[in-house]
């Protein structure tokens, strides 16, 4: 999870039409206003004060260098007095990154007792900020919008929210993929325009021979695997299901020696997905399946059967989330058979073996155990059962003529009894509002079978990042009808062609 010490810089618009003393206030007040966010707890990344904008050149000069500043993730601006909105023209047309609008004032209350004309005149964010926004939507320029007391929590989370979404959207250009062999023959949804995601996101998607990343898996020390052992014996439970344990560890050692070979491979080659396919292995013993899980824990995107997109979702994801208390985790995800016992409705989730352990629930064991696919030994998976709670799956899905990205809000929550025979790891949610109307809305929508899942951002923030991106978001949640999404369908038809 290497990224850079990001900041977001605090602009505060104004004029002089009121003298230096007012402009004094503005700047103090500002700068207030940037103490008492960084101080409060709830923001993860730093906000940076920076002097009252109140000129064409000095606006545009401060969104240029913000341009330039790789530490720099994103903008905050507000209008603590009136700002004439055409002074921000030319430094809005050439600002490339993320751009919140605070929606605030400094005082809480009106001063009933006191207040007059010169105060009016000093504070007038409602006039301000309006005349700022008109101009910003004018220029069809994408921004979030907060609107509330500085000081108030639910303010400064909305803010923090935003902060990740606004990193996920510089990281993105950052996300290269590497694609082990090729995509499933024949199947669609693992297909996409490569050229066009790195022209709309910023993803670098190449291709390498299986055999070539073998070696690096062969170069490994048998020290080195050893010493991967000895964590997984203190982070695991061993469940041998009856297997000769020596002949269970050396199952277990082949995935330690892909997991260290894959991750040298990835970081000489300076990549942060990658994907597989069972139906090319090449030199390797077994399908990766520990070695991945183990892989996206740290970090890493994953998609299965040569899924780019949702390698690069669940990464981007896994940025956004990074250093959140309280994190419950993030994983590539596939929609496998339904219960349809009324009343208790949900679909099973899993995969072959690539569920990744951030979001299990208690004790996580090692199991070896016979795969159809893949023509290979029996493979070491990791086993677990997922956290309850609320969250979102994902898919973005190539229509060929553009990106569409579906976000449908889940429950997730234990099956009714164990699965005692199945040997991966699962988990069991019930799409928002209901199994049928998700289900339904989610084929409508063209959604995949492959899924990037998170427990830890919003619906809303997904689809902050889609904006921000000038693609589709399509929500499906407890609010979702058919026909309304039909409707919402044939409009994005017709805005995103």
């Known amino acids: 999870m290497k990224k850079k010490d990001y900041k977001f810089w605090f602009c505060t618009g104004s004029q002089d039409l009121y003298g230096d003393e007012v402009l004094q206030h503005v700047a103090a007040h500002s700068k207030e206003i940037v103490e008492t966010l960084n101080a409060s707890g709830l923001l993860p990344y730093e906000v940076v004060w920076k002097p009252v904008l109140i000129t064409n050149q000095l606006i545009r000069e401060t969104f240029n260098r913000a341009n330039e500043d790789e530490c720099c993730a994103g903008v905050i601006t507000w209008m603590h007095t009136f700002s004439p909105a055409k002074s921000w023209i030319l430094g809005l047309q050439e600002y490339r990154k993320p751009l919140l609008h605070l929606h605030t004032q400094y005082n809480e209350e009106l001063p009933y007792d006191t207040i007059d004309m010169d105060f009016m005149n000093e504070n007038q964010a409602a006039h301000g900020d309006r005349e700022y926004g008109h101009i910003v939507s004018r220029m069809r320029i994408e921004r979030k919008v907060v609107v509330g007391y500085w000081k108030d929590p639910v303010v400064q989370e909305k803010i923090a929210t935003w902060m990740r979404t606004a990193v996920g959207v510089i990281e993105s250009s950052h996300i290269r993929v590497m694609r082990v062999a090729d995509n499933m ?164 989730e899993a995969h072959m073996l690539e569920i990744c352990p951030s979001i299990a629930d208690g004790p996580v064991s090692i199991r070896v155990k016979p795969l159809s696919m893949g023509n ?17 799956a994902v898919s973005l899905v190539d229509l060929g003529n553009r990106f569409r990205l579906i976000i449908n809000d889940v429950e997730c929550r234990k099956t009714e009894r164990p699965m005692p025979e199945l040997p991966v790891a699962t988990a069991f949610w019930t799409p928002q509002p209901d199994l049928y109307t998700g289900a339904e809305a989610w084929i409508l929508a063209g959604g995949a079978h492959h899924t990037a899942f998170t427990y830890d951002l919003t619906a809303e923030q997904m689809g902050d990042w889609a904006e921000q991106m000038g693609i589709e978001a399509v929500f499906i949640n407890r609010n979702t009808t058919i026909p309304e999404l039909k409707r919402d369908l044939k409009l994005g038809e017709v805005f995103y062609r």
């Open 185 to 348: 023959r024949n199947v669609a949804v693992t297909e996409g325009d490569k050229v066009e995601a790195q022209i709309k996101f910023g993803w670098e998607v190449d291709a390498y021979p299986v055999n070539e990343i073998a070696k690096s898996v062969e170069a490994v020390s048998d020290s080195d695997v050893n010493a991967l052992m000895d964590e997984y014996e203190s982070r695991y439970i061993f469940l041998t299901d009856g297997r000769d344990t020596d002949e269970f560890r050396k199952h277990v050692a082949v995935q330690a020696r892909i997991e260290l070979g894959f991750e040298r491979f990835l970081e000489e080659k300076d990549y942060q997905a990658i994907v597989t396919h069972f139906g090319d292995l090449g030199a390797l013993q077994q399908l990766p399946g520990l070695a991945i899980q183990r892989l996206m824990e740290n970090g890493y995107g994953f998609g299965a059967e040569g899924d780019w997109k949702v390698a690069a979702m669940v990464r981007l994801m896994k940025i956004m989330t990074e250093g959140m208390p309280g994190a419950k985790g993030t994983s590539m995800m596939e929609d496998y058979t339904y219960n349809l016992v009324r009343g208790k409705e949900g679909i099973l």
């Open 376 to 392: 290979r030994e029996d493979p070491a998976r990791l086993v677990f059962t997922a956290k309850e709670g609320p969250g979102i």
